[in-house]
C-alpha cells in the first residue's frame, strides 16, 4: 500500500478529508504533467477532463494502442482504458487508491 493511500485511509478513518501535497507529487512526472495533477485533485474534476478528451478511436496507422497517463497527456485522447489508467494514475497523486473496473460482456464490448 502506498504511502499516499496510507495517510488517506488513516484520515477517513478520523472523519477527515487528505488532500494531496507537495511531495506528493514528486513522482517522475513532468511540469505539464504535474500541473495537470493538481488541477484534478476530485473523481468528479478527473472524469470532467476525460469526458471532453476525444475518444481515442484506434487503431492508429502504427497499430492498437494502451497508452499510459504520460499517453493520453500528450496525445490528449483516450479510449475506455486508456481513460481508466489515467484516472487511477491521477487519483493516487491525491490519496486515492488506483483501482480499475473491467466488465466483461458475452457481445465482446468490453467496459473499463
Known amino acids: 500500500m502506498s504511502t499516499v493511500h496510507r495517510e488517506r485511509v488513516a484520515g477517513q478513518a478520523n472523519g477527515q478529508a487528505s488532500s494531496s501535497t507537495q511531495a506528493d507529487l514528486q ?3 513532468t511540469p505539464a504533467e ?8 476530485t473523481p468528479l474534476l478527473v472524469q470532467r ?9 484506434e487503431p492508429p496507422p502504427g497499430g492498437p494502442t494502451l497508452r499510459s497517463f504520460r499517453g493520453v497527456a500528450r ?3 483516450a479510449h475506455c482504458l486508456e481513460a481508466a489508467v489515467t484516472a487511477a494514475a491521477i487519483l493516487e497523486q491525491h490519496g486515492y ?13 468490453d467496459h473499463v
Not at 34 to 40: H, K
Not at 49 to 57: D, K, R, S, V
Open 27 to 29: 513522482l517522475p512526472f
Open 97 to 109: 487508491p488506483p483501482l480499475l473496473l473491467s466488465f466483461e460482456s458475452i457481445d465482446e464490448l
Open 49 to 57: 477532463f476525460l469526458n471532453a478528451l476525444p475518444y481515442n478511436t
Open 75 to 77: 496525445h490528449g485522447a
Open 34 to 41: 504535474r500541473r495537470l495533477v493538481r488541477r484534478l485533485p
